[in-house]
């Protein structure tokens, strides 16, 4: 229908062979230099940035009960005052419905080349994706760049390429045919289509709203699946930029852009619940906590297919140290990074029962773990804690 396809064919069979070899290969950039983005990117995407700041946040035909959300708060001060079209769930599931026939009913090749496209214009928009990803993550800005632009979108060609891998794996059409001796032979023509499942859900988290969705989104997309998207409360800018570009691409190649929607809401009246557990959502993506993971799986339904990454359980083994006075504060930090949502943050720290040596001499248990706490309760601005340190 678009071109999208023959566009980004020569993306998507490198992406293909690269699948096989197992090697380094990414079509995205990930140094954010203006000899590779163009002189006037960062500048722009700063601009762009900024021209969202304390406005209503346009999402053209998406739809919405006339009110709007959103309390997001920049870690680094900037007032943001972003607002969203709010729309209810029944809205939200019935706009979805209404697009599935079209969406599934479109061959691979048009489906797999939207995607493509979606991806193409995220990655020239990175400047933009990361100022949005550091003030609503807190991010340093080249983490924020590479996390949020062009490594989420590698994460997003992987599995466009694997869909795509796996919907043409089989003939589309082919002839069988069975000898019958003297007789006429058995021929029949057998035909084969790839089925989606009906909606899917993208539950964003906090920290890598757009490296941890992507997965889910163009897996889903691609394979033929209408996508609700549910950013986490305090990071719904990323994933909104996000939605606009992909509907903007899905209304360019003909197709109703209601395939990709945005579900938003704020801390304490929250929808996702509401989401998981209707019967109508047929593939739900989550990251996030595994408290609420476990919920998830616990409370989705039968028919639902449920992927979750959690928090995974990271341990300190500390037998001895050289440098007791800077392992504390470095055992701190990791703690606290993130507020310890990441799936990276430790969760268990072992030390001997007897103590440690170190560069002091020996440390007993209850030393050891009064000094991280110490240095936890500075890293955190206790004033007391700070004193006693010093």
């Known amino acids: 229908?678009?071109?999208?396809?023959?566009?980004?064919?020569?993306?998507?069979?490198?992406?293909?062979?690269?699948?096989?070899?197992?090697?380094?290969?990414?079509?995205?950039?990930?140094?954010?230099?203006?000899?590779?983005?163009?002189?006037?990117?960062?500048?722009?995407?700063?601009?762009?940035?900024?021209?969202?700041?304390?406005?209503?946040?346009?999402?053209?035909?998406?739809?919405?009960?006339?009110?709007?959300?959103?309390?997001?708060?920049?870690?680094?001060?900037?007032?943001?005052?972003?607002k969203y079209p709010n729309a209810s769930l029944a809205q939200l599931?019935?706009?979805?419905?209404?697009?599935?026939?079209?969406?599934?009913?479109?061959?691979?090749?048009?489906?797999?080349g939207v995607c493509l496209e979606i991806l193409d214009r995220l990655n020239k928009r990175s400047f933009e994706m990361a100022n949005a990803v550091s003030h609503t993550t807190g991010q340093a800005f080249m983490m924020a760049f590479q996390a949020g632009g062009p490594h989420a979108q590698d994460r997003g060609l992987e599995a466009v390429t694997y869909a795509y891998?796996?919907?043409?794996?089989?003939?589309?059409?082919?002839?069988?045919?069975?000898?019958?001796?003297?007789?006429?032979?058995?021929?029949?023509?057998?035909r084969f289509r790839v089925v989606p499942r009906g909606i899917a859900l993208v539950i964003g988290c906090a920290t890598f709203p757009t490296w941890n969705s992507y997965p889910g989104l163009f897996?889903?997309?691609?394979?033929?699946?209408?996508?609700?998207i549910k950013p986490h409360p305090g990071a719904i800018l990323p994933l909104a930029l996000t939605v606009k570009i992909g509907r903007e691409v899905l209304a360019e190649a003909?197709?109703?852009?209601?395939?990709?929607?945005?579900?938003?809401?704020?801390?304490?009246?929250?929808?996702t619940k509401d989401l998981v557990t209707d019967p109508a959502v047929r593939i739900i993506d989550f990251t996030g906590s595994n408290a609420?993971?476990?919920?998830?799986?616990?409370?989705?339904?039968?028919?639902?297919?449920?992927?979750t990454e959690e928090a995974g359980v990271n341990s300190i083994v500390i037998a001895s140290t050289d440098n007791f006075r800077g392992m504390r504060p470095n055992i701190a930090f990791s703690l606290s990074l993130y507020s310890g949502q990441m799936c990276t943050a430790p969760q268990n720290i072992y030390v001997p029962a007897d103590g440690i040596q170190?560069?002091?001499?020996?440390?007993?248990?209850?030393?050891?773990?009064?000094?991280?706490?110490?240095?936890?309760?500075?890293?955190?601005?206790?004033?007391?804690?700070?004193?006693?340190?010093?």
Do not use: C
């Open 93 to 112: 599931l019935e706009a979805s419905k209404a697009v599935a026939d079209g969406w599934r009913n479109a061959s691979i090749e048009d489906r797999v």
């Open 165 to 190: 891998a796996e919907m043409t794996r089989t003939l589309a059409s082919a002839i069988w045919t069975k000898p019958q001796g003297k007789h006429d032979p058995l021929v029949l023509e057998k």
């Open 1 to 82: 229908m678009s071109g999208f396809f023959e566009t980004h064919k020569a993306t998507l069979g490198k992406a293909l062979e690269v699948a096989l070899s197992r090697d380094y290969w990414s079509p995205y950039p990930e140094v954010a230099s203006g000899k590779i983005y163009g002189e006037t990117a960062k500048d722009g995407g700063m601009q762009a940035f900024k021209s969202a700041l304390g406005k209503e946040y346009a999402l053209e035909g998406h739809p919405d009960d006339g009110s709007s959300v959103g309390r997001e708060a920049s870690p680094y001060g900037l007032e943001l005052n972003i």
């Open 358 to 390: 170190t560069e002091d001499g020996h440390k007993s248990f209850d030393e050891v773990a009064d000094g991280i706490k110490v240095a936890v309760d500075k890293l955190l601005g206790d004033p007391t804690r700070a004193r006693l340190r010093r």
């Open 254 to 271: 003909g197709f109703d852009p209601n395939a990709l929607l945005l579900a938003v809401d704020e801390s304490g009246s929250q929808i």
């Open 292 to 307: 609420f993971g476990s919920w998830v799986r616990k409370n989705a339904g039968e028919t639902t297919q449920v992927y």
């Open 219 to 228: 897996a889903s997309l691609a394979t033929g699946n209408t996508v609700i």
